[in-house]
């Protein structure tokens, strides 16, 4: 559970994965203002719903979520963006640094602690 509600959009491609990211978050305290299927509609989401978090998959169809992480980080809100993928975070570690993402939480390690814990 989270000491602060923050609001999060999800962006993913797999919508079970979304429906069950939702019902965890959600559960665990935080307040899931709407999801997208592919970068551009999460871009024009995060911009009119202004999250306070991005949870944004590695993989879209229209983009790689490392370089989609700078637009999201550029919009005017300035979301925080934890990328999440079935990748292993060792797959990604070396990527992390150099990109706009606050963090990585594996898709099968989501929760709302893992969220609160790279937000902290």
Same mark, same amino acid.
Do not use: C, N, W, Y
């Given at each position: 559970?989270?000491?602060?509600?923050?609001?999060?959009?999800?962006?993913?491609? /797999? %919508?079970?994965?979304?429906?069950?990211?939702?019902?965890?978050?959600?559960?665990?305290?935080?307040?899931?203002?709407? &999801?997208?299927?592919?970068? %551009?509609? #999460?871009?024009? %989401?995060?911009?009119?719903? &202004?999250?306070?978090?991005?949870?944004?998959?590695? /993989?879209?169809?229209? #983009?790689?979520?490392f &370089?989609?992480?700078?637009?999201?980080?550029?919009?005017?809100?300035?979301?925080?963006?934890?990328?999440?993928?079935?990748l &292993?975070?060792?797959?990604? %570690?070396?990527?992390?640094?150099?990109?706009?993402?606050?963090?990585?939480?594996?898709?099968?390690?989501?929760?709302?602690?893992?969220?609160?814990?790279?937000?902290?």
């Amino acid at each position: 559970m989270t000491a602060v509600l923050m609001s999060v959009l999800i962006v993913d491609d /797999h %919508a079970r994965f979304r429906a069950r990211a939702r019902r965890m978050l959600e559960a665990e305290g935080f307040d899931v203002l709407g &999801e997208a299927q592919d970068g %551009a509609s #999460g871009l024009a %989401a995060a911009a009119e719903l &202004e999250p306070d978090v991005v949870l944004l998959d590695v /993989h879209l169809p229209d #983009g790689d979520g490392f &370089e989609l992480a700078e637009s999201f980080a550029a919009l005017a809100a300035r979301p925080v963006v934890v990328l999440t993928s079935s990748l &292993e975070a060792s797959d990604v %570690a070396s990527l992390l640094p150099d990109s706009a993402a606050r963090g990585f939480v594996p898709k099968d390690e989501l929760s709302g602690p893992a969220l609160a814990a790279v937000l902290a």
